[in-house]
């Protein structure tokens, strides 16, 4: 037997049927022989006694076996009581240590998700703070006179509630994507033209900056299952989280490959980099990396968690490393769009190595882009 229960519970009854039959056994066998303490009375306080051996032994039984069932119990009474800093004893191999095992993962995740919590509510709080005490000083100082109502300052009042409304929308989003309840309607998206489309979108505004983008993408059309408006938003997030926390004068690269059944985009930026303790935790909500990735860059830390949630509804997987220009680079694997035989997209992911280049900044910008 494989189960340490079952193999306690077998010995358990084993014993007891075991002695029952023992014992009835000699009785009868003392009985057949004619013996004379089995007259009368003497019968009936015999089965007396055996029964009460019996019951004692399978309460010794019972007893031993409930041990380590107990502190399981009082275990997971103080954890439904809130108290998650208890821990279950984890001795011996059989089913109930490893239940207890499993009992004590599942009380640092109840931890690690309580304080996780806390974190994202003091961080959501500390979110709508911020721009809501600008726009009400800005306000009062409107009010008193001290800022006249000028065009700049209605400009920095809109820029305010544009940040504010970003923010609830993307927590609005993720909320919704953790409920299941963020809709996708899939149909086939050409990725070599909604990249080349978002480089033009964010192409001026990377000159403004003086970043140099270059873009590696390749000559044929790769083509996946898709929702449209969301993978529009995850290039356009991914984009714009190189756009704010990369130095002026810098360099973003960005590359889009192909094998027959995958695609691949990444995303390579230039200082300021990420510390190795930090990549793991960018893609959690409103984690940002003060030391260089701070407000001050317009950002609240929701861009890539959305990002992650997208590329793992679409049945890809998006990753964080070191780039070799000095800051972050990002990597996402996304499934090629099923061939249909004799279709027009029956290649949709080759694996052709030619590309074609599009340059921004101190590059000339090809038609393409």
């Known amino acids: 037997m494989n ?30 022989g004619g013996h004379r303490w089995l007259r009368g009375d003497n019968l009936m306080y015999l089965a007396l006694l055996g029964v009460a ?3 004692a032994v399978a309460l010794r039984l019972a007893k031993r076996l409930l041990v380590p069932v107990t502190p399981l119990l009082e275990t997971t009474h103080r954890m439904a009581m809130g108290d998650y800093s208890v ?13 207890a095992v499993d009992l004590n993962r599942l009380a640092d995740t109840l931890i690690r998700n309580d304080r996780l ?27 008193d006179g001290v800022r006249p109502l000028t065009q700049n300052a209605l400009a920095s009042l809109r820029v305010e509630i544009s940040l504010l409304s970003k923010l609830i929308d993307d927590l609005y989003e993720l909320s919704l994507s953790d409920v299941g309840a963020l809709t996708y309607q899939f149909a086939p998206v050409d990725m070599t033209e909604r990249v080349a489309t978002t480089v033009a979108a964010f192409g001026d505004w990377f000159d403004a900056k003086g970043i140099a ?11 996946i299952d898709g929702d449209l408006h969301r993978v529009t938003q995850l290039l356009g997030n991914l984009f714009e989280n190189s756009l704010r926390y990369t130095d002026g004068g810098g360099t973003v690269r960005v590359y889009l490959s192909s094998t027959h059944t995958q695609l691949r985009l990444e995303i390579e930026d230039s200082a300021p980099g ?40 679409h049945g890809g997987q998006i990753a964080a490393r070191h780039s070799p220009l000095g800051g972050l680079a990002l990597a996402i694997t996304l499934p090629c769009r099923r061939p249909v035989p004799g279709g027009a997209n029956d290649a949709c992911c080759g694996s052709s190595g030619a590309t074609h280049r599009c340059g921004h900044g101190s590059q000339a910008p090809s038609t393409l882009c």
Do not use: Q, W, Y
């Open 87 to 99: 821990r279950a004893p984890t001795a011996g191999t059989d089913e109930l240590a490893r239940l």
């Open 53 to 55: 051996l019996l019951g």
């Open 3 to 32: 189960s340490g229960i079952a193999r306690k519970l077998f010995v358990a009854i084993f014993a007891t049927g075991l002695i029952t039959m023992t014992a009835t056994t000699l009785v009868v066998r003392a009985a057949v």
């Open 117 to 143: 919590r806390r974190d994202l509510l003091a961080d959501i709080s500390h979110e709508l703070r911020t721009p809501l005490s600008i726009l009400r000083g800005e306000i009062e100082a409107m009010e």
């Open 274 to 313: 990420v510390p190795d303790d930090a990549l793991p935790r960018l893609f959690e909500r409103l984690f940002r990396v003060e030391a260089s990735r701070s407000r001050r860059s317009g950002g609240a830390g929701l861009g890539l968690a959305l990002c992650k949630h997208i590329v793992e509804a």
């Open 213 to 223: 983008l270059n873009v590696h993408l390749p000559d044929d059309t790769l083509v």
